[in-house]
């Protein structure tokens, strides 16, 4: 049977914490054990009658040709059409709110009843826990969220791959619409312009930040970008549960003098560390060394620099945080973020995505990323 998922890696996690079977029951999860199976119904919202849609996928340990998935009627289809390789797929006809109990039937059958099970808590309704817990009062549960985590850390190359493309597609429509905003577009005319950019381009919206001139206000408004103003566009998207996250910035007329001293900072800040990233740094020491540069730039009373791990999520693992020794290893795909929020000035912010290579990193969907779009 050939798993889409490192069957060791899982076991080895499991086991860790003394876990028999781990549920799933989050959409990134779910689909990434399944190989990118989700029900396309719900591939965008959950509400679902008086509850909720809840996709759960049981794997006990070491044994994955016992896996089972508890679903809704009507998958069966698109199920067999991609290949679903969980043997078992469950098809519920209860209330969504009720399909915990569908769960304890499976887990049942299996004879794990008093195992020791690893569920989603900080994702799983309290009713769905009590339900667990009273259909299978034998049973010990821990946390998953870490073991699943940690799973999805390390990305194959056609993670990778996948990534590179909608992240390039993110930064062409970022360009795009910085050059099709009319004089007197507003920031809720940018942002549906990228929702719809997105859009052409195969990739499913999730959100943007424009935010035009000193107002800090980041959410899609009537503020109207000015001429003389700075804008950035912070946009994500999503293809097959797989997170872009970018951010470029555009000026209306010609950048001032100290806009570009900002945008100069903000830039070298990211250049250093890209030129750091590589396997073997400890993340705090890369954090570290990013927030010196800015400081040295002059500008760190006003600025930010957040790093952090991307995938199916959009800040997951590598943390970086002050004293963690963790070290980066190849596969591991980072965000780069560096703001600096100017009284005067605005927010200007550049943020990038990279994978961490064998010899250093690979910038993913670069396109605009060391100049402002200077548009009329």
Same mark, same amino acid.
């Given at each position: 049977m050939k798993l889409p998922y490192d069957s060791q890696k899982l076991d080895r996690l499991m086991e860790e914490v003394g876990a028999d079977l781990i549920l799933a029951t989050t959409n990134h999860n779910v689909r990434y054990l399944t190989g990118g199976y989700f029900y396309h119904f719900h591939d965008r919202f959950e509400a679902m009658g008086s509850g909720r849609y809840i996709a759960t996928c049981g794997i006990p340990r070491g044994a994955p040709e016992r896996a089972f998935l508890i679903g809704q009627a009507g998958e069966t289809g698109q199920a067999k059409d991609q290949g679903l390789w969980i043997p078992d797929l469950i098809l519920a006809e209860r209330q969504p709110s009720e399909s915990a109990k569908?769960?304890?039937?499976?887990? !049942? !059958?299996r004879g794990l009843e008093k195992a020791r099970i690893a569920v989603e808590g900080d994702f799983l309704p309290a009713n769905s826990m009590e339900s667990l817990k009273a259909e299978l009062p034998g049973a010990s549960f821990a946390e998953a969220h870490s073991i699943l985590e940690e799973l999805r850390a390390i990305k194959t190359q056609e993670e990778i791959d996948l990534i590179r493309r909608i992240t390039e597609a993110d930064s062409e429509t970022i360009q795009e619409v910085f050059q099709s905003a009319s004089p007197g577009a507003t920031t809720r005319d940018i942002s549906r312009a990228v929702e719809e950019g997105m859009t052409r381009r195969g990739l499913h919206f999730l959100w943007v930040f424009t935010c035009a001139g000193n107002g800090m206000l980041r959410a899609p408004s009537k503020k109207v970008w000015e001429t003389g103003e700075v804008l950035h566009i912070d946009a994500g998207g999503a293809e097959n549960g797989y997170?872009?996250?970018?951010?470029?910035?555009?000026?209306?007329? !010609?950048?001032?003098d100290l806009a570009q001293e900002l945008f100069d900072a903000c830039l070298s800040t990211q250049d250093a560390a890209r030129a750091a990233t590589r396997p073997g740094i400890a993340t705090s020491a890369l954090y570290d060394l990013a927030v010196r540069h800015l400081e040295d730039t002059g500008h760190g009373k006003y600025s930010t620099v957040t790093i952090h791990g991307i995938g199916m999520v959009s800040h997951e693992q590598p943390r970086f945080v002050p004293r963690n020794d963790r070290e980066l290893?190849?596969?591991?795909?980072?965000?780069?973020?560096?703001?600096i929020r100017h009284p005067e000035e605005?927010?200007? !912010?550049?943020?990038?995505?990279?994978?961490?290579?064998?010899?250093?990193?690979?910038?993913?969907?670069?396109?605009?990323?060391e100049t402002f779009a200077v548009v009329a």
């Open positions: 569908d769960t304890a039937a499976a887990i !049942k !059958k997170l872009t996250d970018v951010c470029r910035m555009g000026v209306r007329g !010609k950048p001032s290893e190849a596969g591991m795909v980072l965000s780069i973020e560096t703001d605005g927010y200007v !912010k550049i943020e990038d995505t990279v994978a961490v290579t064998e010899g250093g990193c690979e910038g993913l969907g670069d396109l605009g990323r």
